[in-house]
């Protein structure tokens, strides 16, 4: 099995104080009961973490903290960078349906060269738990727009959540931008691998995005709706999304702390490497590291940082 570098494309860690989602009232979530996160996941723990899995670099992703406040997150985040060296590279967030949105990000981005990105969650489905958009068609508003064209400016990327039935959709925002990288979170969400109508759906979605050559995919989060460590479905996934984009187009994460309520984060690791131990060398090499160093610029942002 593959023994090389290994990057996290896809963490977060926080204060609890920080997220009303986590300090607020339990609530039924994509990812199930949540009490044991519902706590400070400090940068010491992940990288703790994510040594004893091989890891050694990593990509921040936000976890929503208050649509007012992300400057503050983005600020947070390079102090433990500044103080730890981790995380090298910071997916940040800014209400990307608000007129001043770009004014936000480049806010962030004067504050760290390591904000490479944003992320602003849009994916809906029937199930009113697994939603977090108010509507499932929230791409096509015209300021959303608007913000998304901003990326290409600002040299950044866009992290894309959503479910199989807005993957039409996704395309057609892709298909618009194509001067802006989207990466395909948690490689479209595939809610049960069991119903072939779900993997049918899923599979079609994921053709129209291979086509269009600014899609990645991220590796990540196949414990969110089955709650546990599935080699079944893990190389069901890792097999569609690297037959479909192609290994360059693909990369590894672990999602932590979530993916922390069912396993560890070796544990994690160890399966996605024995899902794809029978790829070649630079396929593996590609998913567990060079993919998200290009996408990320892992190397600059790590040399920025320093």
């Not at 194509?178 to 119903?195: E, N, S």
């Not at 269009?212 to 989060?221: A, D, E, I, Q, R």
Request: aromatic share 10%; hydrophobic share 45%.
């Amino acid at each position: 099995m593959y023994e090389g570098d290994i990057v996290d494309c896809h963490h977060h860690v926080w204060r609890r104080a920080d997220m009303p989602w986590l300090s607020g009232p339990m609530v039924p979530r994509i990812f199930g009961p949540y009490e044991p996160i519902r706590r400070d996941y400090l940068i010491e723990e992940y990288v703790d973490d994510a040594r004893s899995a091989g890891i050694g670099a990593s990509v921040y992703v936000q976890p929503n903290w208050p649509l007012d406040r992300v400057v503050d997150e983005v600020r947070w985040v390079a102090g433990l960078h500044e103080r730890t060296g981790w995380p090298m590279a910071v997916v940040g967030c800014a209400d990307l349906f608000a007129a001043n949105a770009v004014e936000v990000m480049r806010q962030q981005r004067a504050i760290s060269p390591l904000v490479v990105g944003t992320r602003l969650q849009l994916h809906w489905h029937e199930r009113p738990e697994f939603r977090f958009a108010d509507g499932p068609d929230r791409m096509k508003d015209p300021v959303f727009r608007a913000n998304i064209a901003a990326l290409r400016d600002l040299g950044w990327l866009f992290e894309l959540q959503v479910f199989a039935g807005q993957m039409h959709d996704a395309a057609a925002l892709v298909a618009e931008h194509p001067g802006v990288t989207f990466v395909l979170v948690h490689a479209g969400m595939l809610t049960d691998h069991t119903d072939p109508a779900v993997v049918a759906e899923w599979r079609a979605g994921l053709r129209e995005l291979a086509d269009l050559p600014n899609v990645v995919v991220k590796l990540t989060g196949q414990g969110t709706f089955v709650h546990r460590v599935d080699p079944e479905l893990i190389r069901l996934v890792a097999d569609e999304v690297l037959d479909r984009f192609g290994s360059a187009r693909a990369m590894f994460g672990t999602n932590l702390p979530i993916e922390t309520l069912w396993t560890t984060a070796a544990e994690l690791t160890g399966a996605w490497r024995h899902a794809l131990r029978q790829r070649t060398d630079d396929e593996q090499a590609d998913v567990f590291s060079r993919t998200a160093r290009r996408v990320y610029g892992l190397t600059t942002a790590e040399r920025a940082g320093q």
